[in-house]
Nanobody, 126 residues
Framework: QVQLMESGGGLVQAGGSLRLSCTAS????????MAWYRQASGKQRELVAR???????VYSDPVKGRFTISRDNAKNTVALQMNSLKPEDTAVYYCNADPRRLTAAQAMAAPPFDFWGQGTQVTVSS
């Protein structure tokens, strides 16, 4: 059974950087659109960034210009580089795989596909 495995979370001061990684079984990531979501305490899970099969990316407004999503299909890895972190970025970050063929706009509006990693905690101190 395919699983998504996140890593790279931790505690960082405001203004710092973290890099999250998500890995899966060989060949799995290349056939799916991949995304990172986050869920802060007491809030709904929200889309952070998405990268489709051909490498097109989309970001939520709060992270534009600070976060970068990338994929390396040969290494079966999707990464989220997070720079200039803010306390409001504190959340559990989840990797998501989505086989649906949606446009970027549709993906931003649609409910997430129910295939998740276990999540990794990111805490940004002020």
């Amino acid at each position: 059974q395919v699983q998504l495995m996140e890593s790279g979370g931790g505690l960082v001061q405001a203004g710092g950087s973290l890099r999250l990684s998500c890995t899966a079984s060989r060949g799995f990531l290349s056939t799916n659109n991949m995304a990172w979501y986050r869920q802060a305490s007491g809030k709904q899970r929200e889309l952070v960034a998405r990268i489709d099969r051909v490498g097109s990316t989309v970001y939520s407004d709060p992270v534009k210009g600070r976060f970068t999503i990338s994929r390396d299909n040969a290494k079966n890895t999707v990464a989220l580089q997070m720079n200039s972190l803010k306390p409001e970025d504190t959340a559990v970050y989840y990797c998501n795989a989505d086989p649906r063929r949606l446009t970027a706009a549709q993906a931003m509006a649609a409910p997430p596909f129910d295939f998740w990693g276990q999540g990794t905690q990111v805490t940004v101190s002020s």
